[in-house]
């Protein structure tokens, strides 16, 4: 189990978002939500060499906050990861972040 997976079982997180993709190299932005509806999101990059969470350490590594930072922390990656979400993504991506 990674750090990653152990601090969304200790949090007892249920994921509510995810976007991005990828081939040799990726980028991912998943966000979970806690029992108290605390939102957390973390995003990673990488190449074939890595994966997802493998630059997660602890909980601390996690962002968080409420609908609207998560809002603007997605509208921030996307804007730096245009490779990896397409516009139409983004759009979707932001009406499902609006229903959570």
């Known amino acids: 189990m990674t750090?990653?997976?152990e601090a969304v079982q200790?949090?007892?997180l249920v994921e509510?978002?995810?976007a991005g993709?990828?081939?040799y190299e990726?980028?991912?932005?998943?966000?979970?939500?806690?029992?108290?509806?605390?939102?957390?999101?973390?995003?990673?990059?990488?190449?074939?060499?890595?994966?997802?969470?493998?630059?997660?350490?602890?909980?601390?590594d996690f962002s968080d906050?409420?609908?609207d930072a998560l809002e603007r922390a997605f509208r921030a990656w996307a804007g730096e990861n245009d490779y990896y979400c397409t516009a139409q993504q983004v759009i979707e991506?932001?009406?499902?972040?609006r229903r959570i």
Do not use: H, I, M
Request: hydrophobic content about 40%; charged content about 20%.
């Open 65 to 67: 906050g409420d609908r």
């Open 10 to 12: 200790q949090l007892q």
């Open 26 to 60: 990726w980028s991912e932005f998943v966000a979970w939500q806690a029992p108290s509806g605390r939102l957390y999101w973390f995003a990673d990059s990488g190449c074939s060499c890595n994966g997802y969470g493998d630059n997660f350490s602890t909980v601390a």
């Open 16 to 18: 509510v978002f995810a």
């Open 93 to 97: 991506g932001l009406e499902k972040l």
């Open 21 to 23: 993709e990828g081939g």
């Open 3 to 5: 750090a990653l997976d």
